[in-house]
């Protein structure tokens, strides 16, 4: 099944609710070893399986999620732009069809360091590869460099007003970009990760393609464009 006709199936059951029920058949409560925690996680998890792994507070987890969505729908409905950034392989898919679904600008490749903290002379380098890109059509090795870098932030006209990070770990440092520009952060975070500086955590179970999955259609389901 697509990604696209997942969406609208999930379109159909959960656009009206969200229950725990649903969040534990997508894997969201189920977190990595206890022994690998960060302990200031401890607020948002009821146990421990017997297998040793962290058990989510889904109710906290529900909260958390609903709260991130509103924050969400109010900068889209503003006009403004929301960053999505997942660079790391098994989303690289999902966060291109995020981005191009909802409208919103995305990173899927390789986050371009100082994009937020040089953003003037990033921006021009993107305003470069627009203007010049069909001159590029018979270079196919910078045309595939430029794709995988650039092609994602066509729309992106000055810096966002959020940026939404699907694996911390992996794009930590667009946090620490982010956090030094004062730019609201919405991230996905497990038990070992780091929260301090996270603005909307959502905390889950992010190793699960199923839990991911869950909260991309969440968001498209908020934010598509019909």
């Not at 009206?16 to 189920?30: A, F, G, P, S, V």
């Not at 937020?116 to 993107?126: A, D, K, R, Y």
């Not at 905390?203 to 259609?217: G, R, Y």
Request: net charge positive; charged share 25%.
């Amino acid at each position: 099944m697509s990604l696209t006709h997942r969406i609208n199936r999930f379109d159909k059951v959960y656009q009206k609710t969200l229950t725990i029920d649903q969040m534990i058949n997508y894997n969201l409560h189920l977190g990595n070893k206890y022994s690998f925690s960060n302990p200031k996680m401890d607020e948002y998890i009821t146990g421990i399986s017997f297998l040793g792994n962290t058990l989510f507070n889904l109710n906290k987890t529900l909260v958390l999620i609903k709260r991130a969505l509103i924050f969400l729908k109010n900068i889209d409905l503003k006009n403004k732009k929301i960053l999505f950034v997942g660079t790391a392989p098994n989303l690289q898919y999902l966060i291109k069809e995020l981005g191009t679904t909802t409208k919103h600008p995305y990173v899927n490749k390789r986050w371009i360091h100082g994009l937020f903290t040089n953003w003037e002379n990033i921006s021009s380098l993107i305003k470069m590869y627009f203007l010049f890109f069909t001159k590029l059509k018979g270079n196919k090795r910078k045309e595939t460099r430029l794709n995988e870098n650039l092609e994602g932030l066509i729309l992106l006209k000055k810096l966002p007003s959020v940026v939404v990070i699907m694996d911390l770990e992996k794009d930590f440092g667009v946090m620490l970009e982010a956090k030094r520009l004062k730019i609201p952060v919405v991230a996905l975070i497990d038990n070992n990760n780091y929260i301090n500086e996270i603005d909307y955590p959502i905390p889950l179970n992010k190793t699960s393609f199923l839990s991911i999955l869950f909260i991309i259609n969440l968001i498209i389901s908020k934010l598509k464009k019909y």
